[in-house]
């Protein structure tokens, strides 16, 4: 169970991590003209940067969460997914509440699953080919990541592309299990029982953050 865990909590942070993580080298070798090449190129300069860094953010994992916090943001439509997390809750909640849970789900999955990323390598992840219609507004990027004992685990990134034409991923698909659907079925029941403002401070608080989502069966 904890390698299943460690293996999940290492996709959700791929998740998090659809980004390059040094801006000088994002100029150069991101290519986000496609969802594929999003997807390929984002993740060589992800896994460049860990081995090249991977002592280091051992000691001190907050430095992975700073550098992520500072380069994901712009091939992540985070407003976009945790809209979808939260719903027709979303549709109810007041500005200062859409903005405050945008800010305290990214910040709690991140410290949930960004130290699992440390260990993860590239010779892990493989990308399949693109199938889907390359001129439609959204796709499904499929990979196939590695486990320990030589599994493949099927894991597809939903990618959408937003009102100013830029593709940004929204979602990760992990056995037929979306995360965003997850997390809307645990946060939605959590919220009827407490009440957004609750499911807020407990979030912002850092106290049981967001858990793992149920796997499948």
Known sequence: MKSAFSLRSAIMA???????MTATLA????????????????????????DANRAKYHKDVTALHKSVRENFLPYMDVDYAAQQVLGK??????PE????FVTAFYTS?????G?????????????LPFQGDPAAPRASVRTEIRRSNG???AVAYSVRKNEAGTWKVWDVVIEGISYVKSFRE?????????????LLQRLESGVNPVGTPPAKG
């Open 115 to 127: 130290e699992a990323l440390v260990d993860f390598s590239g010779d892990r992840m493989k990308i």
């Open 27 to 50: 100029a150069a070798a991101i290519d986000d003209s496609t969802p594929q090449k999003l997807i390929e190129t984002s993740s060589k300069v992800l896994f460049d940067d860990l």
């Open 186 to 198: 645990q946060f939605g029941l959590e919220i009827e029982q407490k009440g957004l403002d609750a």
């Open 151 to 153: 599994a493949s685990v």
């Open 89 to 94: 809750h979303w549709r109810t909640a007041t």
């Open 109 to 113: 999955l991140l410290k949930t699953y």
């Open 97 to 100: 509440q859409r903005k405050r």
């Open 14 to 20: 791929l998740l998090l991590c659809a980004a390059p």
